[in-house]
């Protein structure tokens, strides 16, 4: 190999930069910003498999309310897609488009590992908490 070569993929490999040494507060360009968001997706859902875990654990003993919870996980996964693919079909065609599917993904998975959260919560009895 020659030297120009070497030197011409060590330049360009540390231009590259990996999502987890990324500042995610300084992010500039759409491409920073698309790793950002895909990486606060994947943290997102990572706290939504913990408390769907957590939650399919206390039911450990009724199998037909595990079955329901994780036919309704099955579902409401098919509902945030559909309604981000709504959501974000104006910006489909555009660089912006994984910034703004990543960002309205995070927001409904938050917002459902609250409910899976609350839901773990409820006690006996209380016909007011699902369930």
Do not use: H
């Not at 990572?46 to 399919?56: D, I, M, P, R």
């Not at 309310?65 to 974000?88: G, S, V």
């Amino acid at each position: 190999m020659s030297f120009r070569f070497v030197a011409c993929a060590a330049l360009l490999l540390s231009t590259l930069t990996p999502a987890a040494a990324l500042d995610c507060s300084n992010a500039i360009t759409q491409a920073e910003m698309n790793q950002c968001t895909a990486q606060s997706l994947e943290e997102a859902d990572q706290a939504l498999n913990e408390a769907y875990g957590e939650l399919v654990a206390g039911y450990a003993e009724q199998e037909d309310l595990r079955n329901a919870l994780r036919d309704a996980q099955r579902a409401w996964i098919r509902f945030r897609d559909a309604e981000c693919d709504f959501r974000t079909f104006s910006s489909r065609t555009g660089s912006i488009y994984p910034t703004v599917r990543a960002g309205c993904l995070e927001d409904l998975t938050k917002a459902r590992t609250e409910q899976l959260r609350k839901a773990g919560e409820c006690e006996e009895g209380d016909l007011s908490c699902n369930p």
